[in-house]
């Protein structure tokens, strides 16, 4: 049976050698090509590795690379720090045997963190590691809207983004760089675990159900906390432009509270005051019964 982790690592070499073409490094691109990226040789070559070894790291057989070989590999391929640190974890993970049991249970909300969101005077979220979403605050639901009449396995970031019947921003700008930083944070969970259910069913979901998805998912880009930057247009005030960002929830790993924040002063933060006056009195923070335990098993 393939290591988990050996074919994640190939699937992860195959879309970076993929988005490379030879002129980026250094190569004359020869005649009639196949591919759109670097050939299989041409990789290998770059990382002082043998063709054969190459390959068989792509296909997730028993190939254990050493941590020089990964060094050459991530200059040859140009990655970055975080693509690097996500090459040396697969590799790592992928020298170790296959754990018997894992924890997939059910994933629960701190009560710290709970209070945490009824104290913050900003929309939050609290997201699991597959991107559930697992609480939220009163002016979060006035922001984002209730989420409290779907099932609890239906309450994930990815599958909002990607239903066509419950958004229609699929055409606003920025769209698709806030999917990308989701399905990144994806990446990074699946990385962590690549045989836990809940994500093989979000993803196998998404893969038959979106072309989007399916392209967006290909890229294997990877980033274990993001922060960017949303409009939000809300009818009784008007747009919103928010910065977010993702902080660690203690002893949750995976988990993130997700925050919005807006420039103090700015006619941005008045609007948030504005709706959160005409939103209040709302529920408790936090309050979204059965969505704080989404089971991994769920499908």
């Known amino acids: 049976m393939t290591h988990p982790y050996a ?25 009639r090509r196949r591919v759109t990226g670097l050939r299989r040789e041409e990789l290998a070559l770059l990382a002082g590795l043998s063709t054969d070894y190459y390959q068989r790291m792509e296909q997730g057989r028993e ?13 040859a391929l140009g990655l970055d720090d975080e693509e690097r640190r996500h090459l040396f974890a697969l590799a790592r993970a992928a020298r170790r045997p296959v754990p018997v049991r894992a924890d997939h249970g059910p994933q629960e909300v701190p009560r ?15 997201l699991g590691r597959h991107l559930d979403l697992l609480a939220w605050n009163p002016l979060a639901e006035a922001l984002l809207g209730s989420p409290a009449g779907l099932p609890p396995d239906r309450l994930n970031m990815l599958l909002l983004m990607f239903d066509d019947t419950l958004t229609g921003e699929r055409s606003c700008p920025g769209w698709e760089r806030q999917a990308m930083d989701y399905i990144s944070m ?8 690549p ?16 072309a989007e998805f399916r392209r967006l998912w290909a890229r294997h880009d990877v980033a274990s906390s993001v ?13 919103i432009a928010l910065d977010w960002d993702t902080y660690p929830v203690p002893g949750r790993p995976g988990a993130v509270v997700l ?11 008045e609007r948030l005051r504005l709706l959160a ?10 309050a979204v019964g059965p969505a704080a335990r989404v089971d991994a098993r769920s499908r």
């Open 112 to 126: 710290g963190t709970l209070r945490l969101l009824g104290a913050l005077d900003t929309p939050a979220v609290v």
């Open 277 to 286: 006056s005409l939103r209040a009195p709302g529920p408790a923070p936090g």
């Open 227 to 239: 922060s960017g930057a949303k409009t939000f247009r809300v009818p009784e005030v008007g747009d």
């Open 7 to 31: 074919r994640e690592l190939g699937d992860f070499l195959r879309a970076r050698r993929g988005r490379l073409r030879p002129q980026d490094v250094g190569l004359e691109p020869g005649g």
């Open 186 to 193: 994806m990446r990074s969970a699946v990385a962590a675990d």
């Open 63 to 75: 190939v254990r690379p050493s941590d020089p070989v990964l060094d050459a590999l991530a200059d």
């Open 259 to 269: 925050v919005y924040t807006a420039e103090p002063g700015s006619a941005d933060a």
């Open 195 to 210: 045989t836990h259910p809940r994500a093989d069913a979000l993803i196998g979901e998404l893969t038959l159900r979106s």
